[in-house]
């Protein structure tokens, strides 16, 4: 690792624009506006931040970019001259990203290449991951740089403030003074000691001999002054004249008497020297100086020098010298400020410097011959005619003066040939690679094989620059001091012999060999740049302009803020910088690009192209045909007159289209999109959008999101798109043109339906939902609606419209006007709302649907797609004058049955084949006999009206045989049914009936209505179904199921099965072992006699039942309130049934206390030991849980955890204080644990 010069070209590490400079990446600034002193926490965003703190106590958090910020470096490094490796670093960092100012501060700089400046106070500044560099010049600092080559530096304005600096993995750089103390880490180090007269020793604590140490001072006469090192006590001492300088720990005087890596500099003159063993006499020659030792400047004799294979400084002097550098990454002393002198645009010249590692090779005065090596060098030509050769590696090549060859070799290469004297043409080689060159008067370069970038530096009077080998991969910059294009002229043209010429006012600025002015004619990698404005213009075709055509513009904005750039009538191409700038291209066909500032772009007059790119822009078309593109940020775009298209890309983006057939498209955000005048296509794209059509027959689609449509006046066609949007269809009849109704529904061709006369070949719809739940509004007009997948709202409103939707649960109203609904699911389960509304409506559903004709004494049509297994529709306002048609497409005219059944008070049930296919709610029974308005029809298009029997109208009275029966009913009114002998079936339908099985095993099923059912003798099975039964079972094991409704079951003898349903329900078990099972309502459960089984545990909280045991053993299960009593009451008087019970309580925390009824004698005291109370508890844990019993009011208490979980009546403590049968159970695990008396 070499150190010299580490700060020489810090001036140009700080220069301004890129060379093509076309785009650059955001800076996110973030400061103190105020001058406060409390103390702040800045943290940056992932790209790169400028954070400054304040005067206050500061925290800043650089993220993960490369941040960049305010540099308050002069201050640091006042009279340092040698350390110029710091442009290396400042390329790295971007210059500065992270100011703490004054105060205490503690700087973060990510993951990044992050530049840290400490300001006043004791600060700490921690690099962390990444190249970084950290600076600070005031108080006791610590500068931590983390892993990666960092660059540290704590040169203090003030004397006694010590500071800390660790460099942490990588090759770090650290830069200190005044009793610092430096700590490389791990890598290769260099260590800068910059010492004056009076300051404290600098400490090294991890100095190896792969590290470097340059001592800085002001003035060194080794004539008289001394440089010596010598051992300490664990350690090794630097002297200047007997002065302590710098204490190394941790080595040895032997292990470093032959180091060459520690030297001393003047910054004063720049001269360099080796540190001697304190044995030997500061005058005496220093056989074993480095190689790096900078030769005598005033020798004039020419040198053959050759580097070593590490890296070298090699300076020939003022002879004619052949220098060859070796195999390393060979540096020196920079001469490139008097050849950059003048130029404005060669910035990127900081990271090939970087890159080069700065210079190695520096021929000085006479004719050199610097050969480069295999590393990446830096090699100056000096005065004379040089040769500069590179050879292998990204090399730079400089020379200002005489007739120089620079040759790059392989590598990416730079090659600087501007000569400080007129007439002093150079030959300019970039060989392979991608390299850089720049020439001037009189120049020939040749960039070789890969892209290339030719500079070309030009005055007024030069001789033109030739380039041999110009390709349309390559690029051309032709830099001149002021240009006006209002007055001047940068053109093209062919030249005689072949080749391609370039203008700057008809003048000849250079040459491109081997090309042709139709291989250049659109080519964009050609331009000029005025170094003392910073704009950028394209080049124009000489031939076009002297044809008489209107003149064109390319033109560039710098990167400071406001410009503004005014094109020509000819065809202009105009791009704004990166701060904010105001473009107007005029007449022509123009093409303007904006920045990442907020840009201003006006098209003019003409078919222009306008690109708004990143930033918040405003980009107007104004006449003519023109293209819009908003690009990144919040844009707003205007068409003006012409058929236009906008987009506004990402960003919550305004579009308006103005006059013309425009198309507007909104991209990402939430956009707003207005297409104005003509006929307008408008698509939203992703994001919740807003369009609005305008006044003719536009387009809109609403795309990705919840967007908002609006037609406007016209016949236009609206498609919400994914998302739940909402449609409205405004005036005109809005619909589009299709000629395929088989889409609509699979299950039936829409030529058979209804439909046929009301949706002629061109109607179809012309308000889309798409996907989401959408809302469409039909408006004023004839619309056509589709509501599409999701749970859609279709509202046609006035006008005599068309609804339809076959995806979703949705909601169809037809509003004012006959119309059409039509809602046919392709998924089953998905049951739609059908109001037709005012005017005689033709509504089609299926599968579930509620279908309203609308009450306003107009004939209405309900069509029923229907198939076996479907839920039956619903239509809730029949009337004698509507008619009803079901579509069954495989009903069988001649063996298929079709009837009308009661099915409530006022309900008519429409039955196909045994299955219900419709329900009519609320109509006049005695005004359906014999009625043709309600018919079945097939897919052959025959239809039969439903049948009617004397009886369907009236109650039945049907008996069976002795032997196997299976009736049913079908009166709508309170039917008998008997079964006899026999394992008989017996069904009734709608009505209060009555059924007696009889004998056999039996089948009862009471379906609707209050029914009586009565198993009598045999293994019966009952079920009442809806409304509030009576189950009777008899003899036999009987099952009984009460349904839904407050019924009362009743096993009667032997072992019955009662379960109550849904409902208020009251199971009685009489005698025998029965099971009663309740869980939905309050209940009551009674077993009667015989060991017993009730379970009351409730689906859902806050309904207790009441559980009564009776005689035996028996088991009661409850939770949440409920009651369980073991026995019962006679006149007052308690019983107790001499069992022993089972009593489980199902608890779970926040239930209410479960009161169980225990019973020991007459007189309701004492306790019935046998009986058994099981509370089970989830994750019931011993260790932790308590289960304890205590009095209470009526009773004794069980709680577990202190929440009471049951009371049992009539008992005291005194009377369980023995007890052994009352139990805790935890249900994970199963464990049962006995209850405790609470103290």
């Given at each position: 690792m070499d150190?010299?010069?580490?700060?020489?070209l810090?001036?140009l590490?700080?220069?301004?624009?890129?060379?093509?400079?076309?785009?650059d990446?955001?800076?996110?600034?973030h400061?103190?506006?105020s001058?406060?002193?409390?103390?702040?926490r800045?943290?940056?965003?992932?790209?790169?931040?400028?954070l400054?703190?304040?005067?206050?106590?500061?925290t800043?958090?650089g993220?993960?970019g490369?941040?960049?910020?305010v540099?308050?470096?002069?201050?640091?490094?006042?009279g340092?001259?040698?350390?110029?490796?710091?442009?290396?670093a400042?390329?790295d960092?971007?210059v500065?990203?992270?100011?703490?100012?004054a105060?205490?501060?503690?700087?973060?700089?990510g993951t990044?290449?992050?530049?840290l400046i400490?300001?006043?106070?004791n600060?700490?500044?921690?690099?962390?991951?990444?190249?970084?560099?950290?600076?600070?010049d005031?108080?006791?600092?610590?500068?931590?740089?983390?892993?990666?080559?960092?660059?540290?530096?704590?040169?203090d304005n003030?004397?006694?403030?010590?500071?800390?600096?660790d460099g942490?993995?990588g090759?770090?750089?650290?830069l200190?003074?005044?009793?610092?103390?430096?700590?490389?880490?791990?890598g290769?180090d260099?260590?800068?000691?910059?010492?004056?007269p009076g300051?404290?020793?600098?400490t090294i604590?991890?100095?190896?001999r792969?590290?470097?140490i340059?001592?800085v001072?002001?003035?060194f006469?080794?004539?008289?002054?001394?440089?010596?090192?010598?051992s300490?006590?664990?350690?090794v001492g630097?002297?200047?004249?007997?002065a302590?300088?710098?204490?190394?720990?941790g080595?040895t005087?032997?292990?470093l008497?032959?180091?060459?890596?520690?030297?001393?500099?003047d910054?004063?003159?720049?001269?360099?020297?080796?540190?001697?063993a304190?044995?030997k006499?500061?005058?005496?020659?220093?056989e074993?100086a480095?190689?790096?030792?900078?030769?005598d400047?005033?020798d004039?004799?020419?040198?053959?020098?050759?580097g070593?294979?590490?890296?070298d400084?090699?300076t020939?002097?003022?002879?004619?010298?052949?220098?060859?550098g070796?195999?390393?990454?060979?540096?020196?002393?920079?001469?490139?400020?008097?050849?950059?002198?003048?130029v404005?645009?060669?910035?990127?010249?900081?990271?090939?410097?970087h890159?080069?590692?700065?210079?190695?090779?520096d021929?000085?005065?006479?004719?050199?011959?610097?050969n480069?090596?295999?590393?990446?060098?830096?090699?100056?030509?000096?005065?004379g005619n040089?040769?500069?050769?590179?050879?292998?590696?990204?090399?730079?090549?400089?020379?200002d003066s005489?007739?120089?060859?620079l040759?790059?070799?392989?590598?990416?290469?730079?090659?600087i040939?501007?000569?400080?004297v007129?007439?002093?043409?150079?030959?300019?080689?970039?060989?392979?690679?991608d390299?850089?060159?720049?020439g001037d008067?009189?120049?020939?370069m040749t960039?070789g094989?890969?892209?290339?970038g030719?500079?070309?530096?030009?005055a007024?009077?030069?001789?033109?620059?030739?380039?041999?080998?110009?390709?349309?991969?390559?690029?051309?910059?032709?830099?001149?001091d002021?240009?006006?294009?209002?007055?001047?002229?940068?053109?093209?043209?062919?030249?005689?012999?072949?080749?391609?010429?370039?203008?700057v006012?008809?003048?000849?600025?250079?040459?491109?060999?081997?090309?042709?002015?139709?291989?250049?004619?659109?080519?964009?990698?050609?331009?000029l740049?005025?170094?003392?404005?910073?704009?950028?213009?394209?080049v124009?075709?000489?031939?076009?302009?002297?044809?008489?055509?209107?003149?064109?513009?390319?033109?560039r904005?710098?990167?400071?803020?406001?410009?503004?750039?005014?094109?020509?009538?000819?065809?202009?191409?105009?791009?704004?910088?990166?701060?904010?700038?105001?473009?107007s291209?005029?007449a022509?066909p123009?093409?303007?690009?904006g920045?990442?500032?907020?840009?201003?772009?006006?098209?003019?007059?003409?078919?222009d192209l306008?690109?708004?790119?990143a930033?918040?822009?405003t980009?107007?078309?104004?006449?003519g045909?023109?293209t819009?593109?908003g690009?990144?940020?919040?844009?707003?775009?205007?068409?003006?007159?012409?058929?236009d298209?906008?987009a506004?890309?990402?960003?919550n983006?305004?579009?308006?289209?103005?006059?013309?057939?425009?198309?507007?498209?909104?991209g990402?955000?939430?956009?707003a999109?207005?297409?104005?005048?003509?006929?307008?296509?408008?698509?939203?794209?992703?994001?919740?959008?807003?369009?609005?059509?305008?006044g003719?027959?536009d387009?809109?689609?609403?795309?990705?999101?919840?967007d908002?449509?609006?037609?406007?006046?016209?016949a236009?066609?609206?498609s919400?798109?994914?998302g739940?949007?909402?449609?409205?269809?405004?005036?005109?009849?809005?619909r589009?043109?299709?000629d395929?109704?088989?889409?609509?529904?699979?299950?039936?061709?829409?030529?058979?339906?209804?439909?046929?006369?009301?949706?002629?070949?061109d109607?179809?719809?012309?308000?889309?939902?798409?996907?989401?739940?959408?809302?469409?509004?039909?408006?004023?007009g004839?619309?056509?609606l589709m509501?599409?997948?999701?749970?859609?709202?279709?509202?046609?409103?006035?006008?005599?419209?068309?609804?339809?939707?076959?995806?979703?649960?949705?909601?169809?109203?037809?509003?004012?006007?006959?119309?059409?609904?039509?809602?046919?699911?392709?998924?089953?389960g998905?049951?739609?709302l059908?109001?037709g509304?005012?005017?005689?409506?033709?509504?089609?559903?299926?599968?579930?649907?509620?279908?309203?004709?609308?009450?306003?004494?107009?004939?209405?049509?309900?069509?029923?797609?229907?198939?076996?297994?479907?839920?039956p529709?619903?239509?809730?306002?029949?009337?004698?004058?509507?008619?009803?048609?079901?579509?069954?497409?495989?009903f069988?005219?001649?063996?298929?049955?079709f009837?009308?059944?009661r099915?409530?008070?006022?309900d008519?049930?429409?039955m196909?084949?045994g299955e219900?296919?419709?329900?009519?709610?609320?109509?006049?029974?005695?005004?359906?006999?014999?009625?043709?308005?309600?018919?079945?029809?097939?897919?052959?298009?025959?239809?039969?009206p439903?049948?009617?029997?004397?009886?369907?109208?009236?109650?039945?009275?049907?008996?069976?045989h002795?032997a196997?029966?299976?009736l049913?009913?079908?009166?709508?009114?309170?039917?008998?049914?008997?079964?006899?002998g026999?394992?008989?079936?017996?069904?009734?339908r709608?009505?209060?009936?009555?059924?007696?099985?009889?004998?056999?095993?039996?089948?009862?099923?009471?379906?609707?209505?209050?029914?009586?059912l009565?198993?009598?003798?045999?293994?019966d099975v009952?079920?009442?179904?809806?409304?509030?039964?009576?189950?009777?079972?008899?003899d036999?094991?009987?099952?009984?199921?009460?349904?839904?409704?407050?019924?009362?079951?009743?096993?009667?003898?032997?072992?019955?099965?009662?379960?109550?349903?849904?409902?208020?329900?009251?199971?009685?078990?009489?005698?025998?072992?029965?099971?009663?099972?309740?869980?939905e309502?309050?209940?009551?459960l009674?077993?009667?006699?015989?060991?017993?089984?009730?379970?009351?545990?409730?689906?859902?909280?806050?309904?207790?039942?009441?559980?009564?045991g009776?005689?035996?053993?028996?088991?009661m299960i409850?939770?949440?309130?409920?009651?369980?009593?073991?026995?019962?009451?006679?006149?007052?008087v308690?019983?107790h049934d001499?069992?022993?019970?089972?009593?489980?309580?199902?608890?779970?925390?926040?239930d209410?206390?479960?009161?169980?009824?225990?019973?020991?004698?007459?007189?309701?005291?004492?306790?019935a030991?046998?009986?058994?109370?099981?509370?089970s508890?989830?994750?019931?844990?011993?260790?932790?849980?308590?289960?304890?019993?205590?009095?209470?009011?009526?009773?004794?208490g069980?709680?577990?955890?202190?929440a009471?979980?049951?009371?049992?009546?009539?008992?005291?403590?005194?009377?369980?204080?023995?007890?052994?049968?009352?139990?805790?159970?935890?249900e994970?695990?199963g464990?049962?644990?006995?209850?405790?008396?609470?103290?």
């Amino acid at each position: 690792m070499d150190m010299l010069w580490l700060f020489a070209l810090l001036p140009l590490g700080l220069a301004g624009a890129a060379f093509s400079g076309f785009g650059d990446d955001d800076d996110n600034t973030h400061d103190d506006a105020s001058e406060e002193h409390s103390g702040q926490r800045l943290t940056g965003t992932s790209g790169p931040d400028l954070l400054t703190g304040g005067d206050g106590n500061d925290t800043i958090m650089g993220g993960g970019g490369n941040d960049r910020g305010v540099s308050e470096l002069d201050s640091i490094i006042d009279g340092v001259t040698s350390l110029d490796d710091m442009t290396g670093a400042l390329h790295d960092a971007g210059v500065f990203g992270l100011d703490g100012g004054a105060g205490d501060d503690s700087l973060n700089g990510g993951t990044g290449g992050d530049a840290l400046i400490g300001g006043a106070g004791n600060d700490t500044l921690a690099g962390n991951v990444g190249d970084d560099l950290l600076a600070d010049d005031s108080g006791q600092d610590t500068l931590l740089g983390g892993s990666g080559d960092d660059g540290l530096i704590a040169l203090d304005n003030m004397a006694g403030a010590a500071d800390l600096l660790d460099g942490g993995a990588g090759d770090d750089l650290m830069l200190g003074d005044d009793g610092d103390t430096m700590t490389g880490g791990d890598g290769e180090d260099g260590f800068g000691i910059v010492w004056s007269p009076g300051d404290a020793p600098v400490t090294i604590t991890d100095f190896t001999r792969d590290d470097m140490i340059e001592v800085v001072v002001d003035g060194f006469d080794p004539a008289q002054d001394s440089f010596l090192m010598d051992s300490l006590e664990g350690g090794v001492g630097l002297y200047v004249n007997e002065a302590l300088v710098g204490t190394l720990e941790g080595t040895t005087l032997d292990d470093l008497h032959s180091s060459d890596s520690i030297f001393l500099t003047d910054s004063a003159t720049g001269d360099q020297y080796g540190a001697e063993a304190a044995t030997k006499a500061p005058d005496t020659p220093d056989e074993t100086a480095p190689e790096e030792e900078v030769t005598d400047p005033a020798d004039l004799i020419g040198q053959h020098l050759t580097g070593t294979s590490g890296p070298d400084l090699l300076t020939g002097g003022d002879g004619n010298d052949t220098i060859m550098g070796g195999g390393g990454n060979d540096r020196g002393v920079s001469e490139l400020d008097s050849i950059i002198d003048g130029v404005t645009s060669l910035d990127d010249m900081t990271g090939a410097l970087h890159d080069a590692g700065v210079f190695g090779l520096d021929g000085g005065a006479g004719d050199d011959s610097l050969n480069g090596g295999t590393g990446g060098d830096a090699l100056i030509g000096g005065a004379g005619n040089d040769t500069l050769a590179g050879n292998v590696g990204d090399d730079l090549l400089a020379d200002d003066s005489g007739q120089d060859t620079l040759l790059g070799g392989s590598g990416d290469d730079w090659l600087i040939a501007l000569d400080t004297v007129a007439g002093a043409a150079d030959l300019l080689d970039g060989g392979a690679g991608d390299d850089l060159l720049f020439g001037d008067d009189g120049d020939t370069m040749t960039g070789g094989d890969g892209e290339d970038g030719f500079g070309i530096v030009w005055a007024p009077g030069d001789a033109p620059v030739t380039i041999t080998d110009f390709t349309h991969h390559d690029m051309i910059e032709v830099m001149v001091d002021g240009f006006d294009p209002a007055q001047d002229s940068f053109l093209m043209g062919s030249l005689e012999g072949g080749g391609v010429g370039l203008y700057v006012n008809d003048a000849l600025v250079g040459t491109l060999e081997g090309t042709t002015l139709d291989e250049l004619h659109d080519s964009d990698a050609i331009f000029l740049t005025d170094s003392a404005t910073g704009y950028q213009y394209g080049v124009a075709d000489l031939a076009q302009t002297a044809n008489g055509a209107d003149a064109s513009l390319a033109a560039r904005s710098p990167d400071t803020a406001g410009h503004v750039i005014l094109g020509t009538n000819g065809t202009d191409a105009l791009e704004a910088g990166n701060a904010g700038d105001t473009l107007s291209g005029f007449a022509g066909p123009d093409t303007l690009t904006g920045g990442a500032g907020d840009d201003s772009l006006s098209g003019g007059n003409g078919f222009d192209l306008l690109t708004g790119n990143a930033g918040d822009d405003t980009l107007s078309g104004e006449m003519g045909n023109d293209t819009l593109s908003g690009g990144d940020g919040h844009d707003s775009l205007s068409g003006g007159s012409g058929d236009d298209v906008l987009a506004g890309e990402a960003g919550n983006d305004t579009l308006v289209g103005w006059d013309g057939d425009d198309v507007l498209v909104g991209g990402e955000g939430n956009d707003a999109l207005d297409g104005s005048h003509g006929a307008d296509t408008l698509s939203g794209g992703e994001g919740d959008d807003t369009l609005l059509g305008g006044g003719e027959a536009d387009s809109l689609s609403g795309d990705d999101g919840n967007d908002r449509l609006s037609g406007g006046d016209g016949a236009d066609m609206l498609s919400g798109g994914t998302g739940d949007d909402t449609l409205f269809g405004n005036a005109g009849n809005d619909r589009i043109a299709s000629d395929r109704y088989d889409q609509w529904n699979s299950r039936w061709l829409a030529s058979q339906w209804q439909l046929d006369q009301a949706i002629k070949d061109d109607d179809v719809f012309g308000l889309r939902g798409g996907e989401g739940n959408d809302r469409l509004d039909g408006g004023t007009g004839d619309d056509a609606l589709m509501g599409e997948a999701g749970n859609d709202t279709l509202a046609g409103n006035v006008g005599n419209d068309l609804l339809f939707d076959n995806l979703g649960e949705n909601t169809l109203l037809g509003g004012s006007g006959n119309d059409t609904l039509v809602s046919t699911d392709n998924e089953d389960g998905q049951p739609d709302l059908l109001d037709g509304g005012r005017g005689s409506d033709f509504l089609m559903g299926d599968d579930g649907d509620t279908m309203t004709g609308g009450d306003d004494g107009r004939q209405d049509t309900f069509q029923i797609l229907w198939e076996p297994g479907d839920t039956p529709v619903t239509i809730t306002d029949f009337a004698g004058r509507d008619r009803v048609v079901i579509l069954y497409e495989n009903f069988d005219h001649d063996a298929g049955s079709f009837w009308m059944e009661r099915s409530g008070e006022s309900d008519v049930t429409l039955m196909i084949d045994g299955e219900p296919a419709a329900t009519l709610s609320n109509v006049d029974l005695d005004a359906l006999d014999g009625t043709t308005a309600i018919l079945v029809k097939n897919s052959w298009h025959r239809a039969i009206p439903p049948s009617l029997s004397p009886d369907v109208l009236r109650g039945e009275y049907i008996v069976g045989h002795e032997a196997w029966d299976q009736l049913s009913s079908r009166s709508m009114r309170g039917d008998t049914l008997v079964g006899l002998g026999g394992d008989d079936a017996l069904t009734s339908r709608a009505g209060s009936d009555l059924l007696l099985g009889g004998t056999g095993e039996d089948t009862l099923t009471g379906n609707d209505g209050d029914d009586t059912l009565e198993g009598a003798w045999g293994n019966d099975v009952l079920d009442g179904g809806d409304g509030d039964d009576l189950l009777l079972g008899g003899d036999g094991f009987d099952t009984l199921l009460g349904g839904a409704g407050n019924d009362n079951l009743s096993g009667n003898g032997w072992s019955d099965s009662l379960d109550g349903g849904a409902g208020d329900d009251t199971l009685y078990g009489k005698s025998g072992d029965d099971t009663l099972t309740d869980s939905e309502g309050r209940n009551l459960l009674v077993g009667n006699w015989g060991d017993d089984t009730l379970s009351a545990l409730d689906d859902v909280s806050g309904a207790p039942d009441t559980l009564i045991g009776g005689d035996d053993r028996d088991v009661m299960i409850g939770d949440d309130g409920d009651v369980m009593s073991s026995g019962s009451r006679l006149n007052g008087v308690a019983v107790h049934d001499g069992a022993d019970d089972l009593f489980i309580v199902d608890w779970n925390e926040g239930d209410a206390p479960v009161e169980i009824q225990l019973f020991s004698w007459s007189d309701g005291s004492g306790y019935a030991e046998q009986d058994e109370i099981r509370i089970s508890v989830p994750n019931f844990d011993p260790a932790q849980d308590s289960f304890q019993m205590d009095s209470i009011e009526g009773g004794v208490g069980l709680f577990v955890n202190d929440a009471l979980v049951a009371r049992l009546a009539g008992c005291t403590l005194d009377t369980l204080r023995d007890c052994n049968t009352i139990v805790v159970a935890d249900e994970t695990s199963g464990n049962s644990y006995g209850i405790e008396i609470a103290a």
